[in-house]
Nanobody, 123 residues
Framework: QVQLVESGGGLVQPGGSLRLSCLAS????????IGWFRQAPGKEREGVSCISSSSDSTNYAESVKGRFTISRDNARNTVYLQMNSLKPEDTAVYYCAAAPSLSSSCPDEYDYWGQGTQVTVSS
């Protein structure tokens, strides 16, 4: 069974922090690039961040640059998204996705997707 399961979402006040986790089951993330996406109500899915399989290449949406950090722990088969200085506009369902890749860059498409975790930033 191949699964990606997101966790760590919840309700947080503006300026607060959350760390999202993406746990892979049924396959190893060692040779996979991982992307984080989000979708707010009434809006299209938006790429937030990605990390290459070698962990030497990361990308961030301009809206989150400097506030979010993506990282991976291959031993735990887990990818994290540390979110700091959260804003109400960060409110969305956050998804992680994986694609097999040995490239130093992030892929354009992803093969596996999680079910998402809700992040709500509100006072």
């Amino acid at each position: 069974q191949v699964q990606l399961v997101e966790s760590g979402g919840g309700l947080v006040q503006p300026g607060g922090s959350l760390r999202l986790s993406c746990l892979a089951s049924g396959f190893t993330l060692d040779y996979y690039a991982i992307g984080w996406f989000r979708q707010a109500p009434g809006k299209e899915r938006e790429g937030v961040s990605c990390i290459s399989s070698s962990s030497d290449s990361t990308n961030y949406a301009e809206s989150v640059k400097g506030r979010f950090t993506i990282s991976r722990d291959n031993a735990r088969n887990t990818v994290y998204l540390q979110m700091n200085s959260l804003k109400p506009e960060d409110t969305a369902v956050y998804y992680c996705a994986a694609a097999p890749s040995l490239s130093s860059s992030c892929p354009d498409e992803y093969d596996y997707w999680g079910q998402g975790t809700q992040v709500t930033v509100s006072s």
